[in-house]
């Protein structure tokens, strides 16, 4: 008999705690058994709920938060308020448009490219017809839009003068810019909530691209705007048509 071969040891179950299998393990027949993940995921949960407490108060603005005085450290709300003062003061600081910008194809790489390297800019391209519902639609959201956001800059034109021949059944089309680069397209509202878009279908998008934080006090509906929208399934750049190569610096 060789005995350098291997002996086989029947084992039921590896991972079994019997005194057969501690037998085995100390002798390297079969491997350590893996630490159970129970403490791990109970120390997880733990966490959880003391960074769920600790925070419990984010994304309340002002009157909220007075209205928990009764229920919370004064200190503690104190501290909040101050947040929230602070974060008011900044977004006061960063609101310079607050309206919608017409624009026109010349001044369009001044207006929305470049502009785009300071801060997020949206361009709304209408129908050239006064009879598309979206288009009209999200010309009023629009102004919303950019008096609620002032720090992201809103612009808007009518589609076939910024596109020669580009299709008005494709309109209304949201393109958006930062860096210079186009970050998403929105090919009429189909994907987001077609005639009945509303704010807060328009507010997902500013959370999918980060442009807006999920505690920002101004959003519509806070609890619903958690769930992000579908991808995207618009135009892209490089496929916009009819495009001269004279006016590349605008697209």
Not at 188 to 212: F, P, Q, R, Y
Request: with cysteine; glycine share 4%.
């Amino acid at each position: 008999m060789d005995m350098n071969m291997p002996i086989n040891v029947p084992v039921d179950d590896p991972n079994a705690d019997t005194e057969w299998n501690d037998i085995l393990r100390k002798h390297g027949v079969i491997p350590e058994r893996p630490p159970s993940p129970t403490p791990m995921i109970e120390e997880a949960l733990t966490e959880a709920r003391r960074l769920a407490h600790e925070n419990r108060l984010e994304g309340k603005d002002l009157d909220e938060l007075d209205e928990l005085e009764d229920d919370e450290d004064e200190e503690f709300l104190d501290q909040y308020r101050q947040k929230r003062m602070n974060e008011l003061a900044t977004l006061q600081q960063a609101s310079v448009y607050n309206q919608v910008y017409p624009v026109s194809k010349p001044d369009y790489a001044r207006e929305v490219t470049e502009a785009s390297q300071k801060s997020f800019v949206f361009v709304l391209l209408t129908s050239s017809s006064g009879t598309n519902f979206e288009s009209q639609l999200m010309t009023e959201l629009w102004r919303e839009l950019a008096k609620k956001f002032g720090e992201i800059k809103f612009c808007q034109m009518q589609a076939n003068l910024c596109i020669d021949g580009y299709p008005d059944r494709n309109t209304p089309t949201i393109l958006v810019y930062k860096d210079s680069q186009i970050k998403r397209q929105i090919v009429t509202l189909k994907e987001l909530n077609g005639n009945a878009t509303k704010m807060e279908d328009v507010e997902k998008v500013l959370l999918s691209l980060e442009v807006i934080k999920h505690a920002d006090s101004r959003l519509k509906n806070k609890d619903d705007n958690l769930e992000g929208p579908g991808k995207s399934t618009g135009i892209r750049p490089s496929k916009l048509p009819n495009v001269d190569d004279d006016d590349s610096d605008w697209d």
